[in-house]
């Protein structure tokens, strides 16, 4: 038996503030494509602006992506939590357990297997990039849900799709494009394998469920930001204006 599906994806956006958000990102989108194009040279070391370059336009993609399967419309549409949630220990419970997991797996754990490699920190920068990063992942993972929904499956199937998916893409894409074009060096190799099974593994089987369960949008985008945000502090992510490698 099919559930009531949380978003509604369409080829068509129906309010005026859509097609707003979407111009803008189709603007900013072509300007910092632009500017990348001009900048790149045909060196392969890590370039702070380029990556950050490339990091807006992934921001503006995924926001793009959210808005055409419905997740931008469900953020503005369902509270953080509502009264019966807030009232059940149950949910109460889950949400402990999910912000837990997040602080100690990418607080401490990964961090664990992060090296600066002599990178300054910047609070604001890095907060700021840290926050687009995990913003941009949230809605790209809910619309990976967005759209398994469309099958008309159960719940569980729903969540055993969605995960199957967020699965596939995020380990190919951390492996071949955003660990070396927009992340500066910072994994010891031999952590490679433990951060997956110890930290990004624990995350997407916790906290999809969770949304799965309960539905709560905006705060499984909280659980996501969060881990994104530690993440890019504990590797200092770089300034753009910063030269690095010096």
């Known amino acids: 038996m099919s559930h009531t599906p949380y978003f509604s994806p369409s080829l068509y956006l129906s309010a005026p503030w859509q097609y707003v958000v979407a111009s803008l990102c189709i603007l900013i989108s072509v300007i910092a494509a632009v500017i ?8 392969s070391n890590y370039r702070a602006d380029l990556a950050w370059l490339r990091a807006l336009i992934y921001f503006c993609a995924t926001s793009l992506i959210a808005l055409f399967c419905g ?3 469900a953020v503005l549409q369902y509270p953080l939590a509502t009264p019966a949630q807030i009232s059940d220990p149950r949910w109460l419970v889950g949400v402990a357990v999910c912000s837990l997991l997040i602080v100690i797996a990418y607080g401490f754990i990964w961090a664990k ?14 907060t700021v990039f840290g926050v687009m990063w995990g913003l941009s992942q949230a809605q790209l993972f809910l619309s990976f849900w967005a759209l398994s929904e469309l099958a008309q499956l159960s719940l569980a199937w729903t969540t055993l799709i969605s995960i199957s998916l967020i699965s596939i893409y995020n380990g190919n894409w951390q492996q071949f494009y955003w660990d070396i074009k ?7 190799p031999e952590w490679n394998l433990r951060k997956v099974l110890l930290c990004h593994v624990p995350n997407l ?18 659980f996501q930001t969060g881990a994104l945000l530690l993440s890019s502090h504990r590797m200092h992510f770089p300034h753009w204006a910063d030269k690095y490698p010096a």
């Not at 990348?36 to 060196?43: G, I, M, Y």
């Not at 297997?113 to 890095?126: E, I, M, N």
């Not at 089987?205 to 909280?222: K, R």
């Open 182 to 188: 927009v992340s500066p060096p910072h994994n010891y």
């Open 113 to 126: 297997g992060t090296y600066t490699d002599g990178r300054l920190w910047h609070p604001v920068s890095t």
């Open 36 to 43: 990348l194009v001009k900048r790149r040279n045909a060196s």
């Open 71 to 73: 997740v931008a419309d």
């Open 205 to 222: 089987l916790l906290t999809l469920p969770f949304f799965a369960i309960y539905g709560n949008v905006l705060l499984y985008m909280i």
